[in-house]
């Protein structure tokens, strides 16, 4: 009766009983099937029929129909839907239970594996952690000054609503004016899209009282402003309170805020100096309330905050002020700007609103356009570094990963599962990442360190703060994530049999794993190659940067200053500064080793008064000539700083006549005579001057910016002022000879002044090279990894293929190959690899030369040679990389090829 | 009929199964029965509250289960006692001794 399948199940059930009793119970366990819910909920069925057949057979051996056992045993049993409900609750509890239990000894065992395959191979793991420190240290820097400069710069409760309230005309530039207090009241009050206005204005006032008579007090920077403008920031004081609309009424008693820094500094940080009163600019105030630290003005760059004393701004008054205002919720800037120009339409037109917009620009619509694609490139360089980098090593850990085909073919039949393994990877992946983001904010804190020593000053005050600490963190998982376990999926063992019979040395990889490295070596060359062809271009363009002509030749130039060396008699000084500086001049030109003299200051270093009328131009200041810069030199001064006159003649050789002598650059000819001869012409300095010459435009390197900057004249010296008088030098000396030689002579001169300063003319420049030298110098450094890390991880790669090919080549090689036909068969394979990597590499290089041209100003072209020459390091990288490998396995015995297991 | 609201019982219900297990590996019903002739039928227990007590048990550790064949050789599912459940035991039974000493002395005075 009993069929076959029973006997069968009888002879298993016999062996299970016979394991059963003879292993011990903690091996058994080891074999049980893990804990479903569902297997839960069967057992406890299974358990339930189990229980009532027996019974019934008992109620049947007493004597019961097998109704009534039924019967009686459900009776006796209770409430089976009851019970299956507990029965149901608890296997849900023990489930969620052991999930969670197994899912921490699983992260406790990635942990463990991870450590002991990182030291396994401590070189490997080492290196991989070092580049990626680099990199992510280099993205973790780049993104602080992109956050700072660009995404959040100002530190203020929802800062990216402030803006400057502006009145521009074409031609500012990033210059940002005043406005006039007029406006300021117009603006405020009829603006629906702005709210929260305030103003300031910025000076320089005297604290307390003079140290000695005669003496001066101290000068502190203090900034007058609204008393809305702590509402604009959203900040309250630290300590006391804000300024009220009545403090800034006329008559109302002083009043004063101190700034963190000056509080500390000056008043020892106490509590006790609300309500104590200090004299500033000679009247008494009282301290109202100190401001929080890190109060700057609503300017990205403006940190003097803290320094400086606030005093209450009484709008009413005449002139102008800096204006800011917030953006209504919702409410662009640009839309404001539409507004404030429809008001400013509104106005009468007065002359000064010829040609003027109103603008409502935020931080970030203040930064030039041509620094935020600087930023921008930058930081798309650090990301593409980073990128490189991720491939180099998803490269070495595919490598790896094949060594170890073995080992996850052996876990994955005993029952790992794919997602098992991939936590493996993560994890492992993790160990390498983890501690590379956390060297990585050490490189990123050196690196900010460096752009606060070296970089251009608009990004200088880079904080590494918590938002770029989560960066790091992110990019170290992200980086884990496209490394480690990316390639694994891509090169997923198809067939688990292969891999444990022939153990990783008879089957080559599969498809998708040669596609994998095959893709990386390609997505490397290209990387490294934009990196080269951009940083080719940037250094030529500074190079092209270093060598424009700016005017004059700033080399061996210098700039002596002197001051007297006790207060000169205002009524002498005027008469004897003249004759000194005509004296030091000669007596200087007498030194020898010291060259060319000429009295005035360094180009571009000039003060700026503008003339105030032109003749034949109605006597009025013509619109828009604002600030032009004004040097006092003498006829020497075009010729030692070798400043071309382009019409015209210098200054006539007596003084008398020359004071009223005034020579122009090109610029400001062209703008104030576009269609006569300026020659001849007079101009109103305070007295009028007649124009005789016309000079060449000197300028900045990259001399970009408003025009008005541009503007210069020259007049004959004038007197000597508290900032004292200059000296141009043109010598072969060095400075510091220089220094000495200038020292003596003046001293002999006697004529009552001491050398106060000697500035060099290349120093000047510094400011102009600073950016695009900071961004060459981040290029090549990102360059050179680039190529390097390429380089390294080409080779592996292709090593690595070649290698992998060591069976076939001695097959080939048995079956009666050429193995050097065969050598160049295997290199051609690789060289066509690299070709491909360099084909692709290259538009993608010239695509990124043509949009750097396009964002930088200056930047052109491509680099030939450049790209030529590390085309062909690439080669031979692959070149080499491929030969040797296959110069081993032809080595070797076919035979023995044959036999490797 | 049938005790199972019977808080005296119900509380003591885990003491009878640790000390039934404590004779060696059974069964569920194999408990129920051997309940049942220990005490003559004189408490009867509700089935699904005794696996109830079981999985109690097992949950805190005391006992530990494993799937075997009954003497007519069916699968069933056999509770053990662990070195907790021991403990367990040793533990309840001093609480039953002083609780019965407890109340002998109010029902029962010397």
Known sequence: MSPPSAASSSRRDDLMRDLSSKLPRRVRRLFRLPLTRDRMLRDADEETAFHLAMRISEFQAAGMSEEEALAEALRRFGDRNEFQAHARGRAGRLTRRLTALRWLEECGQDVRLALRQFLHAPAFGSVVVLTLAVCIGATTAMYGVVRHLLLSPLPYPDGNRIVSVEERTEGDGDFRWQISSELYRVWAARSHTLEDFAGYQWG??????????????????????????????????????????????????????????????????????????????????VIIGVLPPGLG?????????????????????????????????????????????????????????????????????????????????????????????CADVAGLLLIRGWTRRREFAIRQAIGAGRARLIRQLLAESLFLTIPAGALGVGVAWLGL????????????????????????LVSAVATALIFGVTPAILSWERSLEDALRNGGTRVGEGRAATRAHATLVIAQIALSLVFLATAAVLTRSFVALVREPIGYEPEGLYDVIVKPTSPMKQNVA??????????????????????????????????????????????????????????????????????????????????????????????????????????????????????????????MPGGVGPEFFRWQVYTSPGAMNENGGSLLVRTQSDSSELRRLVARAV??????????????????????????????????????????LAAVGLFGIIAHLVARRTREIGIRVALGADPVALTKTIVGQSVRLVGLGCGLGLVAAYAAASTLAKVVPGVSGTEPVALIGSVMILIITAVSASVIPVRRALRVDPIDTLRIE | MPRDSNDLLHGTLDLLVL????????????????????????????????????????????????????????????????????????????????????????????
């Not at chain 1, 005093?311 to 839309?335: C, E, H, M, Q, Y």
């Not at chain 1, 001293?747 to 500035?759: F, I, N, P």
């Not at chain 1, 003319?761 to 990894?785: K, N, Q």
């Not at chain 2, 289960?65 to 056999?78: H, M, P, Q, V």
């Open chain 1, 747 to 788: 001293e002999r001169a006697g004529v009552g002044v001491k050398v106060h300063d000697v500035r060099q003319g290349t120093a000047m420049l510094e400011y102009a090279y600073r950016a695009p030298r900071f961004a060459m110098v981040i290029f090549d450094l990102f360059t050179v990894l680039a190529v390097a």
């Open chain 1, 574 to 699: 005027d008469a004897a500064s003249v004759s000194i500086m005509r004296t030091l001049r000669e007596a200087l030109e007498k030194t020898p080793g010291l060259g060319e003299v000429a009295v005035g200051p360094l180009p571009l270093s000039a003060t700026s008064p503008a003339p105030t009328a032109v003749e034949g131009l109605s006597g009025v200041r013509p619109s828009g000539l604002v600030a032009t810069e004004w040097a006092g030199v003498n006829r020497e001064y075009f010729r030692v700083a070798r400043i071309a006159l382009v019409r015209g003649r210098g200054f006539d050789a007596d003084p008398a006549l020359a004071a009223r002598e005034i020579i122009i650059n090109q610029s400001l000819a062209r703008r104030l005579f576009p269609d006569r001869d300026p020659l001849g012409a007079r101009l109103q300095m305070g007295e009028w001057l007649t124009v005789v010459g016309i000079a060449a435009d000197t300028h």
């Open chain 1, 449 to 472: 360190r460096a752009v606060q020593a070296e970089g251009p000053p608009f990004i200088a005050r880079t904080p590494l703060d918590n938002a770029a600490l989560l960066w790091t």
């Open chain 1, 204 to 285: 320089i006032h005297a604290i307390g009282e003079p140290s000695a008579p005669g003496a001066a007090a101290d000068s502190i920077p203090g900034t007058r402003v609204t008393p809305s403008f702590l509402k604009l920031l959203r900040i309250r004081p630290a300590l006391g309170r804000s300024f009220l609309p009545e403090d800034s009424r006329t008559g109302a008693p002083g009043v004063l805020l101190l700034g963190d820094s000056i509080w500390r500094s000056r008043f020892g940080g106490s509590r006790e100096v609300i309500g104590q009163t200090v004299k500033l600019d000679g009247s008494p105030r």
């Open chain 2, 19 to 110: 000390k039934t297990l404590s004779w060696g590996p059974m069964h569920g019903y194999g408990i129920t029965k051997w309940i049942e002739q220990a005490t003559k039928g004189e408490l009867e227990i509700l089935d699904s509250a005794l696996y109830k007590a079981l999985h109690r048990l097992e949950d805190a550790g005391a006992i530990d289960t494993e799937w075997g064949l009954s003497d007519n050789n069916r699968r069933a599912k056999y509770y053990s006692l662990t070195a907790r459940g021991r403990q367990l035991l040793r533990a309840e039974t001093a609480t039953w001794r002083r609780f019965v000493a407890a109340v002998s002395g109010i029902v029962e005075p010397a």
């Open chain 1, 297 to 389: 003005n609503p300017l990205p760059d403006g940190e003097h905050g803290g320094q400086s004393v606030y005093l209450p701004l009484n709008i009413d008054s005449k002139g102008g002020v800096d204006a800011f205002a917030r953006l209504r919720p919702g409410v662009t800037s640009s839309a404001a700007s539409r507004e404030l120009d429809a008001i400013l339409h509104t106005l009468p037109d007065t002359g000064s609103l010829n040609g003027a917009h109103g603008a409502a620009r935020t931080a970030q619509d203040r930064v030039a356009p041509d620094r935020r694609h600087g930023v921008e490139v930058v930081f798309a360089a650090a990301a593409g570094l980073l990128l490189v980098a």
